[in-house]
Nanobody
Framework: QVQLVESGGGLVQAGGSLRLSCAAS????????AGWFRQAPGKEREFVAT????????YYADSVKGRFTISRDIAKNTVYLQMNSLKPEDTAVYYC?????????????????WGRGTQVTVSS
């Protein structure tokens, strides 16, 4: 397992942008796929975006496709989520997650390591 710490959340107006960062501990993070999930009050935690260990493959939820970009810096053990054209519906706690293995998936249950989350609030 790895330890994950998210940062970069905050309050932004609709149409604005935020970049979330996920810092991972350990020197073996290069062998983990990673992703972002979000959870609004009273709702299930849902898939947002995932990325393979190499960074060569990415997947996005339909609701964020074209607006969000997931990336990673292997040397820095960091995963990012660039969020543009934010909507009030994007308001949620965003969680970084990681799974062993090179391939990315969109299934929450396959991710064994989780950060504590960072709040993103989009005002109208």
């Amino acid at each position: 397992q790895v330890q994950l710490v998210e940062s970069g959340g905050g309050l932004v107006q609709a149409g604005g942008s935020l970049r979330l960062s996920c810092a991972a501990s350990g020197r073996t993070f290069y062998s983990y796929a990673a992703g972002w999930f979000r959870q609004a009050p009273g709702k299930e935690r849902e898939f947002v975006a995932t990325i393979s260990a190499s960074g060569g493959n990415t997947y996005y939820a339909d609701s964020v496709k074209g607006r969000f970009t997931i990336s990673r810096d292997i040397a820095k053990n960091t995963v990012y989520l660039q969020m543009n054209s934010l909507k009030p519906e994007d308001t949620a706690v965003y969680y970084c997650a990681a799974k062993r293995g090179l391939a990315a998936t969109i299934e929450r249950a396959s991710f064994g390591s989780w950060g504590r989350g960072t709040q993103v609030t989009v005002s109208s």
